[in-house]
């Protein structure tokens, strides 16, 4: 599966990474060790010792350095080792690979690509567990399935009414009410009206109203997504346009989700989701998220069951659907800019070759 390297992936929530704890994890097939130093700063480094390869997570933090704690090799953040144990001279090659690392939105975050493109405005808007206006539970979920596969759920939410019948309640309504789909300079956003609705589970009415949901899904596999239940009749007044949610009567929510691939064939999930201050408390997350809960469980039975039919499928094939046109405007966005990527490494790679021939 193709995946585009220069971008930020989430790997793990920010609050859970102890001081002088390393942590971790593979995201793209790569080992990486995570840890937050006692001054407070953030580093990242290959999970993999030069020497005999053991993993630097099991290492031992001091200073702003991490010690492998098989024969003692001490490495600095940048990943060079700066001592060894019974030998003076280090030998040059003696240096693990560097992540740039973030925390940003509660979210901890790894630039997998050339570190000199890392740029922090990249880092996607989401909304962390200490915003002011939201109040907001999070979780996180392992797939036996390939990120790519729980991208393309989540770009298509006309599953809602079928995968989720028990848990969001959506309704056939929501499946047949297309969303408005634009492109974006790194993603697809999504805006839907729901008209003449009692709502969803999580956003249930008396009265009939309008309710309108948007979101963003971002490279790599980041979705922010808003909503509020709004008078019967605003969708027209509106154009289906964006409404003011000032005007809500009820359910704005945010939720904050991210797909991080790991192995070929493995995914970790990340989620927040709550309500808006004016429009929930805690009672209210806690409710969401024991909806969400049920709904991503749902999600993970049919997407690792999916995995297996594709596993034992030789040349799979897909049948895109009228539903699938942010699916497939995602995935040719990940492929063109991946594309770019290979392109500018092979430029690179050229450049080198030649240095020596002219010197
Ligand atoms: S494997 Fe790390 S010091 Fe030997
Ligand atoms: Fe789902």
């Not at 030069?50 to 098989?70: K, N």
């Not at 740039?100 to 509660?106: A, C, D, F, I, T």
């Not at 405005?121 to 392992?142: N, W």
């Not at 839907?192 to 979101?215: F, H, L, V």
């Amino acid at each position: 599966m193709t995946y585009v390297r220069n971008a930020w992936y989430v790997a793990g929530w920010a609050q859970e990474l102890d001081t002088e704890t390393p942590f971790a994890i593979t995201i793209l097939g790569e080992r990486i060790v995570i840890w937050r130093t006692g001054s407070g700063s953030i580093h990242a480094l290959e999970d993999r010792c030069v020497h005999r390869l053991a993993p630097l997570s099991l290492g031992r933090c001091e200073g702003e350095r991490l010690r492998c704690m098989y024969h003692g090799l001490l490495f600095d953040p940048d990943g060079r080792v700066v001592e060894m144990p019974g030998q003076d001279k280090i030998p040059p090659r003696a240096q693990v690979r560097c992540y740039p690392v973030m925390e940003r939105h509660s979210w901890i975050w790894v630039w997998m690509g050339d570190p000199a493109l890392a740029d922090e405005d990249l880092i996607p808007p989401a909304v962390g567990l200490d915003h002011p206006d939201y109040i907001l539970g999070h979780g996180q979920l392992d797939y036996e399935a390939e990120a790519r596969l729980i991208n393309d759920n989540l770009l298509d939410f006309s599953h809602l009414t079928f995968v989720h019948a028990n848990s969001f309640g959506s309704g056939p309504q929501f499946a047949a009410s297309p969303a408005r789909i634009t492109p974006l300079d790194r993603g697809v956003r999504y805006q839907r009206w729901i008209e003449n609705t009692r709502g969803s589970s999580s956003r249930a009415s008396e009265e009939p109203m309008d309710s309108y949901m948007t979101y963003d899904f971002l490279i790599p596999g980041v979705l922010l997504m808003t909503g509020g239940v709004f008078p019967l009749g605003t969708a027209k007044e509106l154009g289906h346009g964006v409404p003011d949610y000032d005007k809500a009567v009820s359910g704005v929510t945010f939720t904050s989700q991210a797909v991080t691939p790991m192995m070929d064939r493995t995914a970790r999930y990340f989620f927040s989701w709550g309500p808006h201050r004016k429009h929930g408390d805690e009672s209210a997350r806690d409710i969401l998220m024991k909806i969400a809960g049920q709904a991503f469980d749902e999600d993970k039975v049919m997407i690792e069951a999916q995995q297996k039919v594709i596993n034992m499928t030789p040349d799979p094939q897909v049948m895109p659907s009228a539903h699938d046109r942010g699916v497939t405007l995602f995935n040719r966005l990940v492929e063109k800019l991946a594309k770019e990527e290979r392109k500018t490494v092979h430029a690179a790679d050229e450049v080198k070759l030649t240095v020596p021939q002219n010197g």
